[in-house]
C-alpha cells in the first residue's frame, strides 16, 4: 500500500493528546477516522511526537497507508474536509517510500513555548501561552539555558511516567528570547523525555524570577532528582514546531 507523509497543525486544548485514548478525543482518533471516511477502509495513523494533552503543533508530521493510490492534493484536502470541524488541518502530503517512519526516521524535533509576561489575562491567546504575571528577567533565563546545552543525564527534568529506557539526552538547542511582553523558549534535539520541555521551562520560569540563579540549573541537572527542578509548566504553551528528517 502507498505511504503517505503527513505536515499537521492543530489546536490540541480540547484534545486528550496525539494518541488515541479511551478518556477523551485524540488528534490520532480524529485523523484516523478522516481517512476512513475518506478512503473506506481502517489506516493506522503513525506521528514524530506523542504530543500531551493541552499541547498544539504547527508542524507535526505522522504518515499513514492507504488502499489505493492519490494524488497528494487530493489527500490532503480529502483529510480536511472529513476533519471538519475539528481544529486540525493538514498542511501537506508527500507520497514516500514503506521505509519512511514518521517517529523513527526523525532526525531532529523543535519545540517553542510561549510565556506572555505581563499582568493583563489573557484573552486571543487564552489556551495558547503560559501567563506569567511576575516579572521576568530574561537575561538570566538565556543564562540558565547555557547549562542544559549538550549531552547530558535529563532524570531531573523527566516525568515520573515517562518509559523511555534511558534519561540521556542530547539538547542542540535551548534559547530564550523576549519580544514585547512574550518569552519564546525554543528547545530542539533529535528526541526528548516525556514533559522534558515543559519541566525546564518550568526551572527557567524559577530563574526568570529570581527564585535560583542561573548556574544553579547545573546543579539541578547533575541531581539527577525530578523534585529538585522547578514546576512543569502548563500544556497550553508548547508547541510542536517541526520535525526534520534526512
Not at 503517505?4 to 497543525?9: A, D, P, V
Not at 503543533?57 to 488502499?67: F, I, K, R, S
Not at 517553542?112 to 533565563?141: K, S
Request: aromatic share 6%; net charge neutral; glycine share 8%.
Amino acid at each position: 500500500m502507498p505511504r503517505y507523509k503527513l505536515t499537521i497543525e492543530y489546536d490540541g486544548t480540547n484534545f486528550v493528546g496525539w494518541q488515541q485514548q479511551d478518556n477523551g478525543p485524540s488528534v490520532q482518533a480524529a485523523l484516523q477516522t478522516a481517512a476512513l471516511n475518506f478512503v473506506g477502509a481502517h489506516v493506522n495513523c503513525m506521528a514524530a511526537g506523542r504530543t500531551d494533552s493541552g499541547v498544539h503543533a504547527l508542524g507535526q508530521v505522522a504518515h499513514l497507508d492507504l488502499p489505493n493510490h492519490y494524488d497528494t492534493d487530493t489527500v490532503r484536502d480529502g483529510l480536511n474536509a472529513h476533519l471538519r470541524p475539528a481544529p486540525i488541518g493538514v498542511l501537506d502530503v508527500e507520497q514516500v517510500g514503506e521505509q519512511f517512519h514518521a517517529r523513527f526516521s526523525a532526525t531532529r524535533r523543535t519545540y517553542r513555548y510561549v510565556i506572555v509576561n505581563r499582568r493583563t489575562p489573557l484573552t486571543v491567546e487564552r489556551g495558547r501561552a503560559w501567563l506569567v504575571p511576575r516579572p521576568l528577567d530574561e537575561n538570566a533565563m538565556l543564562k540558565a539555558c547555557k547549562h542544559l546545552l549538550g549531552k547530558h543525564d535529563f532524570t531531573s527534568f523527566r516525568a515520573a511516567e515517562c518509559q523511555a529506557k534511558s534519561a540521556v539526552k542530547t539538547l542542540d538547542t535551548l534559547e530564550s528570547v523576549r519580544t514585547g511582553d512574550h518569552i519564546n523558549i525554543t528547545a530542539g534535539a533529535r528526541s526528548f523525555l516525556r514533559r522534558q520541555v515543559r519541566n525546564i521551562v518550568g526551572t527557567l520560569v524559577t530563574v526568570g524570577e529570581g527564585k535560583i540563579m542561573p548556574g544553579q540549573v547545573a546543579d539541578i541537572l547533575a541531581a539527577r532528582d525530578r523534585e529538585s527542578a522547578g514546576p512543569c509548566a502548563p500544556p497550553d504553551g508548547l508547541y510542536l514546531v517541526s520535525v526534520e528528517y534526512d
